[in-house]
């Protein structure tokens, strides 16, 4: 299933995000107002850089995956024509 890494990628990052800003702001001893504004803003933001680097990931692994395959098949991927034989 397409962007699947990526967006376990994004909730994993966007709790711990909340968690590590509850905790920072219970330790701080801060208002309950203040804790939870800035745990969901801080979900927010994790989420979507968590986002960005899934896809960052899942595109790399993908790209290195299908040099891997073209290279046992002789062949290397263009972006132009799909693919050049190494043999000619």
């Known amino acids: 299933m397409p962007g699947t890494p990526a967006k376990v990628i994004a909730s994993t990052m966007g709790l ?22 800035r745990a ?17 990931g899942a595109g790399t692994i993908r790209d290195a995956a299908g040099e891997a395959a073209a290279d046992a098949e002789g062949t290397v991927p263009s972006a132009e024509t799909g693919e050049i ?4």
């Open 40 to 56: 969901v803003l801080s979900m927010l933001v994790c989420n979507v850089v968590g986002f960005l680097l899934g896809s960052i």
């Open 85 to 88: 034989p190494l043999a000619a």
């Open 16 to 37: 711990a995000g909340f968690t590590v800003a509850i905790l920072a702001g219970l330790s701080a001893d801060n208002p309950t107002e203040s804790i939870l504004g």
